[in-house]
Each structure stands twice: as structure tokens, then as C-alpha cells.
């Protein structure tokens, strides 16, 4: 009985890490992605004034 309990409790750890990770994994993506459009976006702005000036 005691050792189902134990199971029952890393069961549980393991489920709620990998719950933690999977939710900062796509928090990170999402913000990724941004962040790669906002510095594709400066370097079009720095090409667009390379070829203006």
C-alpha cells in the first residue's frame, strides 16, 4: 500500500512538471516569435535606409 502511494506521488510530480514545462515551452514559442517578427522588422527598416541613403 505504501509503495503505491509513492508511485502515486511521482505519477503526480511527473504530471505536474511536465505540465509546467509543455506551458513554458509555449509560452516561450509564442513570445519567439515575436520577437523574431520585431527583428526581421528592424532589419527591413535597416536595409529599406541602407538603400534610401
Do not use: D, N
Not at 505519477?11 to 515575436?34: A, D, R, T
Amino acid at each position: 500500500m505504501l509503495i503505491l502511494k509513492k508511485q502515486e506521488e511521482i505519477v503526480l510530480k511527473v504530471v505536474y512538471y511536465m505540465h509546467h514545462i509543455i506551458w513554458l515551452v509555449g509560452y516561450f514559442s509564442l513570445h519567439l516569435l515575436e520577437i523574431v517578427r520585431i527583428l526581421e522588422g528592424k532589419l527591413s527598416m535597416e536595409l529599406l535606409l541602407e538603400v534610401y541613403y
